[in-house]
């Protein structure tokens, strides 16, 4: 009797751990560089966006390009299992937060991630949930950080963030 091996199978499993491990240290990566680029935005602030330290606006807006790269790589991940689809919209909220051109867009797209958030089975890993409350509060970073520009006049060309 011939026995049927099938190694594609061990291999794909293989590569479909691989790939929800890359999706959740690449959305890990995501929330590090949010908090790094809203920790930019308030150097940069402080320093009262003089021309003496454009250097810390151009870091700022750099941090935000980096965002939206990141959560471009994540949201492009294919998802395998509930928690990398929970992971992978919550990258995709963040890179449209990023890009988004108005106040009320950002208040919008952290209205939809706290749904998602919600809405996501309690079975999941305790650690893609707290991932996903922490995208959750970046979120809310970002919008009550242009809502605060946005009541001083700062600046009309603070979004998107990512410009």
């Not at 935005?41 to 454009?54: K, L, N, P, T, V």
């Not at 949201?75 to 509930?82: E, G, Y």
């Not at 108005?102 to 952290?110: K, L, N, P, Q, Y």
Request: aromatic share 6%.
């Amino acid at each position: 009797m011939p026995k049927n091996i099938n190694i594609t199978s061990i291999q794909a499993s293989k590569a479909d751990a691989q790939s929800e491990k890359y999706l959740f240290d690449g959305f890990c990566e995501l929330l590090t560089r949010v908090l790094f680029a809203l920790e930019e935005e308030e150097w940069a602030q402080e320093a009262g966006w003089d021309i003496a330290f454009r250097t810390s606006v151009a870091d700022a807006d750099a941090a935000w390009k980096l965002v939206a790269l990141q959560a471009d790589a994540v949201s492009d991940v294919a998802p395998l299992t509930s928690s990398d689809l929970l992971l992978r919209r919550m990258a995709g909220l963040i890179g449209r937060a990023v890009s988004a051109a108005t106040v009320g867009a950002i208040c919008d797209i952290h209205a939809k991630a706290m749904e998602c958030r919600l809405q996501a089975s309690q079975a999941l890993p305790a650690a893609v949930h707290d991932l996903a409350f922490e995208a959750e509060a970046c979120l809310e970073q970002m919008f009550e950080h242009a809502h605060a520009c946005e009541a001083r006049g700062i600046d009309d060309s603070i979004l998107p963030l990512a410009a």
